[in-house]
């Protein structure tokens, strides 16, 4: 799927840094990607590992007055550098070429304004449609995302509807104008899980429907497996392994993606008694960053030298994938002796 | 025996409105639930949100006081005990809470807070170095550094946070934990650090718990037994030996069929369930689930099954027969969300 199109986002050495009391801190350092048309990208990692800032990056709604892009950061869409557009033209791009889906359904719609209204807010602003062609729009985006009865539905307000149907309004509104990427950012985090596996079932159907690009942003490797093509694992502000999900799930090369997959109890492979394997420790301050890999604390592999002092560069490991770590799982080269993946915590 | 007794257990919040405040309606949280928990048995309780698992827990405790219904612990029954009686029992039965950011008292250190239920109770009877070093082992068993306790609760993480919890749960030297969802709002690989810091606790202490959650690999994980809720009913209760195969209910095999599976090669589609759980105002006479339910019949819109032992364990269902067993889970059927 991958090879038929160009990308339609490329990221290229993004960092993203905030100015705070404290100094500058930097949320996301040096990522790069891509996303081609009609492919879900999955960005996995725990919170605050930048997953969110980089998706907000792409969308430019960081707080502009406090964020410093890098000098080498870039954002193209097609050959729209985003980074360097003014706000007007940022406001062509929100919402009518690429969309956002937000975690929480229940405070990412206005309470005060009904369903259709904001539905309409979208169309007015970016296609010629009048009043009456942007109202029937309106009602074949919520039927398209199988809300029942939309004539009635677009008249109320987000109060009145469910938490699976709120963000049922949430893709309709971003797919109005039916964008060419749609940035989800934990879209079913707050949802159970029957109306996850709805919401899921939806976005997969209108990505074949519109050959939308997908970047969606999750913790949960479940939804991953379900519905990505690529995965990119971040850490700590860094992108630490990327490649075909196949391969991450099945041959993670960084020790952190391994422990992460191995961290979730399994479904169905019950053993008595047993304990789960963890990642000890947790995820370092982006204030207080070491000089060497940022997982070594955490890491069963360390070798307590290399590690601590030089960091990794992102670099294709021996599943030719980029993975960032001085001895990648699977790798030839000869491994420090604390060589125990042992269950701690 | 069974430690934790429970009968027709009933909780409804009422809804006062108009001019003179009077009850206009009652939320059905839960609507008689009956089951028992065995000594040193884990159990856990499933079920989106609203379905009344949360109010069940408190109402085990007398947290929330229940409507009707009766709880026995031990033999005794502890509903309608007064407030004094209810002491040495609350001493006994604990609970442990979802968010371990707004479940400890911002302003009290962490000496603090756990001193406040060990003086209460009598465990420890003066402050001093008995008391100290009472903290300091409560501390150091759930991996915490005894010279943290100092600390005020923002200086911890989310996963240590939920720690003090256990460790504010575990003082009192319980026997029997209601545990609210305490891993959901932790990241996974914390999720996994905790998760086994209450099965060591729980093997070390022999304690008998009651396992709340919405997350089905979590409980199948971590209990023997669980009861599947929905809107106010338990609708079955199974072991999570092998759950694939013995679960009856079509809710609870819409539940494992929703679960996302953790391997990018199988794609089976998932079971998507039409429509979403009905309010617990006013809620639709007969099974609640009848709206979604593949399995649907007349019967079922008018009268609520009961739970009765069907192929071995208890189900609420008219569509499941005894001496039929369950088929294995299949994914058949539904629509697909992935076909890449």
């Given at each position: 799927?991958?090879?038929?199109?160009?990308?339609?986002?490329?990221v290229q050495?993004?960092?993203t840094?905030?100015?705070?009391?404290?100094?500058l801190?930097?949320?996301?350092?040096?990522?790069?990607?891509?996303?081609?048309?009609?492919?879900?990208?999955?960005?996995v990692?725990?919170s605050?590992?930048?997953?969110?800032?980089?998706?907000?990056?792409?969308?430019?709604?960081?707080?502009?007055?406090?964020?410093?892009?890098?000098?080498?950061?870039?954002?193209?869409?097609?050959?729209?550098?985003?980074?360097?557009?003014?706000?007007?033209?940022?406001?062509?791009v929100r919402?009518?070429?690429?969309?956002?889906?937000?975690?929480e359904?229940?405070?990412?719609?206005?309470?005060?304004?009904?369903?259709?209204?904001?539905?309409?807010?979208?169309?007015?602003?970016?296609?010629?449609?009048?009043?009456?062609?942007?109202?029937?729009r309106?009602?074949?985006?919520?039927?398209l995302?199988?809300?029942?009865?939309?004539?009635?539905?677009?008249k109320?307000?987000?109060?009145?509807?469910?938490g699976?149907m709120?963000?049922?309004?949430m893709?309709?509104?971003?797919?109005c104008?039916?964008?060419?990427?749609?940035?989800?950012?934990e879209?079913?985090t707050?949802l159970?899980?029957?109306?996850q596996?709805?919401?899921?079932?939806?976005?997969n159907?209108l990505?074949?429907?519109?050959?939308?690009?997908?970047?969606?942003?999750?913790?949960?490797?479940?939804?991953?497996a379900?519905v990505?093509?690529?995965?990119?694992v971040?850490?700590a502000?860094?992108v630490?392994?990327?490649?075909?999900?196949?391969?991450?799930?099945h041959?993670?090369?960084?020790p952190?993606?391994?422990?992460?997959l191995?961290s979730?109890p399994k479904?169905?492979?019950?053993?008595?008694?047993a304990m789960?394997p963890t990642i000890p420790?947790?995820v370092?301050?982006?204030?207080?960053?070491?000089?060497?890999?940022?997982?070594?604390?955490r890491?069963?592999?360390?070798?307590a030298?290399?590690?601590?002092?030089e960091?990794?560069?992102?670099?294709?490991?021996?599943d030719?994938?980029?993975?960032?770590?001085?001895?990648?799982?699977g790798?030839?080269?000869?491994r420090?002796?604390?060589?125990?993946?042992g269950?701690?915590? | 025996?069974?430690?934790?007794?429970?009968?027709?257990?009933?909780k409804?919040?009422?809804i006062?409105?108009?001019?003179?405040?009077?009850?206009?309606?009652?939320?059905?949280?839960?609507?008689?639930?009956?089951?028992d928990?065995?000594?040193?048995?884990?159990?856990?309780?499933?079920g989106?949100s609203?379905?009344?698992k949360?109010t069940?827990g408190?109402?085990?405790?007398?947290?929330?006081?229940?409507t009707?219904?009766?709880?026995?612990?031990?033999?005794?029954?502890?509903?309608?005990?007064?407030?004094?009686?209810?002491?040495?029992?609350?001493r006994?039965?604990q609970i442990?809470?979802?968010?371990?950011?707004?479940?400890?008292n911002?302003?009290l250190?962490?000496?603090?807070?756990?001193?406040?239920a060990?003086?209460?109770?009598g465990?420890?009877k003066?402050?001093?170095?008995?008391?100290?070093?009472y903290?300091?082992?409560?501390?150091?068993?759930?991996?915490?550094?005894?010279?943290?306790?100092?600390?005020?609760?923002?200086?911890?993480?989310?996963?240590?946070?939920?720690?003090?919890g256990?460790?504010?749960?575990?003082?009192v030297?319980p026997d029997?934990?209601?545990?609210?969802?305490?891993?959901?709002?932790?990241?996974?690989?914390?999720?996994?650090?905790?998760?086994?810091?209450?099965?060591?606790?729980?093997?070390?202490?022999g304690?008998?718990m009651?396992f709340?959650?919405h997350?089905?690999?979590?409980?199948?994980?971590?209990?023997?037994?669980?009861?599947v809720?929905?809107?106010?009913?338990?609708?079955?209760?199974?072991?999570?030996d092998?759950?694939?195969?013995?679960?009856?209910?079509?809710?609870?095999r819409?539940l494992l069929?929703?679960?996302?599976?953790d391997?990018?090669?199988d794609?089976r589609?998932?079971?998507?369930?039409?429509?979403?759980?009905?309010?617990?105002?006013?809620?639709?006479?007969?099974?609640?689930?009848?709206?979604?339910?593949?399995?649907v019949?007349?019967?079922?819109?008018?009268?609520?099954?009961?739970l009765?032992v069907k192929?071995?364990a208890?189900v609420?269902?008219?569509?499941?027969?005894?001496?039929?067993?369950?088929?294995?889970?299949?994914?058949?059927?539904?629509?697909?969300?992935?076909?890449?």
């Amino acid at each position: 799927m991958t090879d038929k199109t160009e990308p339609i986002l490329r990221v290229q050495h993004l960092s993203t840094s905030f100015k705070t009391d404290r100094g500058l801190v930097t949320a996301v350092d040096d990522v790069c990607f891509e996303v081609m048309a009609g492919e879900t990208l999955g960005i996995v990692g725990e919170s605050g590992c930048g997953k969110t800032v980089t998706s907000k990056s792409v969308m430019r709604l960081l707080p502009e007055h406090i964020t410093r892009y890098g000098k080498q950061s870039k954002i193209l869409y097609k050959d729209f550098d985003i980074l360097a557009a003014g706000e007007g033209e940022m406001r062509n791009v929100r919402g009518d070429k690429i969309a956002m889906i937000f975690q929480e359904p229940m405070t990412a719609l206005n309470p005060v304004f009904t369903i259709g209204w904001q539905i309409n807010e979208a169309l007015k602003y970016h296609t010629k449609l009048n009043k009456r062609e942007r109202r029937d729009r309106a009602v074949e985006m919520l039927r398209l995302v199988e809300i029942p009865n939309p004539e009635q539905r677009i008249k109320e307000y987000p109060h009145q509807l469910s938490g699976g149907m709120r963000q049922r309004v949430m893709i309709a509104i971003a797919l109005c104008c039916e964008p060419d990427i749609l940035i989800a950012d934990e879209p079913t985090t707050a949802l159970d899980v029957t109306i996850q596996a709805q919401i899921l079932d939806l976005m997969n159907g209108l990505k074949e429907k519109f050959n939308t690009a997908i970047m969606l942003i999750t913790h949960d490797l479940g939804v991953v497996a379900t519905v990505c093509d690529r995965v990119m694992v971040m850490y700590a502000g860094r992108v630490i392994e990327s490649g075909p999900v196949h391969d991450i799930f099945h041959n993670p090369q960084h020790p952190y993606t391994q422990a992460l997959l191995g961290s979730i109890p399994k479904r169905g492979r019950k053993v008595q008694g047993a304990m789960l394997p963890t990642i000890p420790g947790i995820v370092p301050s982006l204030w207080e960053l070491p000089d060497g890999c940022r997982f070594e604390a955490r890491c069963p592999y360390t070798d307590a030298q290399r590690c601590v002092h030089e960091e990794p560069e992102l670099a294709p490991g021996p599943d030719n994938r980029p993975v960032r770590c001085h001895y990648p799982i699977g790798s030839e080269k000869e491994r420090p002796a604390k060589l125990t993946t042992g269950v701690t915590g | 025996m069974s430690l934790i007794e429970v009968r027709n257990l009933v909780k409804k919040f009422p809804i006062r409105g108009g001019v003179l405040n009077r009850v206009v309606n009652n939320v059905h949280a839960v609507r008689g639930v009956t089951f028992d928990i065995a000594s040193g048995e884990t159990v856990g309780v499933v079920g989106e949100s609203g379905c009344g698992k949360s109010t069940l827990g408190k109402c085990l405790i007398r947290l929330i006081e229940p409507t009707e219904g009766l709880v026995a612990y031990e033999g005794e029954e502890i509903t309608g005990l007064s407030h004094s009686e209810l002491m040495p029992y609350r001493r006994k039965m604990q609970i442990v809470f979802q968010d371990p950011y707004s479940s400890l008292n911002p302003r009290l250190t962490v000496q603090a807070t756990l001193a406040e239920a060990i003086k209460l109770h009598g465990v420890v009877k003066q402050s001093g170095s008995a008391m100290d070093d009472y903290i300091d082992e409560l501390m150091r068993q759930v991996g915490l550094r005894p010279d943290d306790k100092v600390k005020f609760p923002h200086e911890f993480s989310g996963g240590q946070r939920q720690r003090i919890g256990i460790a504010r749960a575990l003082s009192v030297r319980p026997d029997f934990i209601v545990a609210d969802e305490p891993v959901s709002a932790l990241d996974v690989s914390i999720q996994a650090q905790v998760l086994n810091l209450m099965k060591k606790l729980r093997e070390e202490l022999g304690l008998t718990m009651m396992f709340i959650s919405h997350d089905l690999k979590v409980v199948e994980h971590f209990c023997d037994r669980v009861l599947v809720m929905y809107l106010g009913y338990v609708v079955e209760e199974v072991r999570t030996d092998d759950l694939d195969n013995t679960a009856q209910h079509p809710y609870t095999r819409a539940l494992l069929g929703a679960n996302p599976i953790d391997d990018p090669d199988d794609r089976r589609p998932l079971v998507i369930l039409q429509g979403d759980v009905p309010s617990p105002i006013n809620p639709p006479p007969g099974c609640p689930f009848a709206g979604r339910c593949p399995l649907v019949m007349d019967r079922c819109r008018e009268k609520m099954p009961p739970l009765e032992v069907k192929n071995g364990a208890p189900v609420a269902c008219w569509a499941v027969e005894d001496g039929k067993a369950p088929e294995p889970l299949t994914r058949a059927g539904s629509r697909s969300p992935a076909s890449a």
